[in-house]
DNA sequence: ATGAGTACTTACCTAAAAGTAAGTGCTTAC
DNA sequence: GTAAGCACTTACTTTTAGGTAAGTACTCAT
């Protein structure tokens, strides 16, 4: 009835929405992509990040990078200065999502770019 | 203090977490984009959907279609048969989201594949 | 000694997302 | 005529993510 006009097969298909739902079930919510991303710009520490990442709260951001550590996304360091300093640092693994961070970020740019030309064409109506 | 070892400057590094944020406004939350996936691989109807997005309930579905038909990522074909066929497709704009989800995919495919590693190298201990 | 900065934690609260269960109005099949 | 399928909707409840505000323990600068 539906012509399949995919290139890949049903599987295929099937597999890769269960891979994005897992992918999702890490990096799902509202800042764990934008602190990731943030982190594997430069290694920062914990006000650094909060500042940058406009809008978190000091709980949810020491929340999400608990999380984070745990899952193996970054590294938190810990130097003996007086008073100590703290350094939160991508590790190997969190640059593998490089490449979706980039296409997300594309993505939002033109994103923006659109809505942003539907607004101005609805300031005329 | 800490050396920016980014090619980028600073502003096209806030830049593209802005765009990471925009990005997530509309995307977020727990199905919109295994829905979006669903519907590009494919145009399919209601039930077809629910079924092959496992998990997700009628209420939250219809929801999601209504949110995804208002931003333009979809488009709900009503075919005059009788019954009436319902058709959901996937938009042009929604197919400028296919790098993120081909990404997105392949990285949740190597995610489950390090899950399992580290699952069986715990069975040991 | 007062205030500011760092890196959080704690307690509390609310709003939104999501789940459950059932119902509706339609049609076709048995 | 009874049941089942389609495409939902409605009402209700639960969950959880997230926000607010304040506090803590430390040190450094003035």
Redesign the pocket.
């Known amino acids: 009835m539906i012509p399949d006009d995919n290139i890949l097969g049903k599987e295929a298909c099937a597999d890769s929405l269960k891979y994005v739902i897992d992918a999702l079930y890490v990096l799902g919510?509202?800042?764990k992509l934008p602190v990731i991303l943030c982190i594997v710009q430069s290694s920062k520490?914990?006000?650094?990040i909060q500042h940058e990442v406009s809008?978190?709260?000091?709980?949810?951001l020491?929340?999400?990078?608990?999380d984070l550590e745990m899952n193996d996304f970054i590294r938190?360091n810990v130097y003996p200065t007086?008073?100590?300093?703290?350094?939160?640092e991508a590790t190997e693994y969190s640059l593998t999502l490089k490449n979706v961070l980039r296409e997300l970020s594309t993505w939002g740019e033109q994103h923006r770019e659109r809505i942003r030309r539907s607004m101005s064409k609805k300031a005329y109506l």
């Open positions: 919510g509202k800042w520490r914990f006000n650094e809008g978190i709260s000091p709980k949810v020491a929340q999400e990078l608990k938190r007086t008073p100590v300093s703290i350094i939160y």
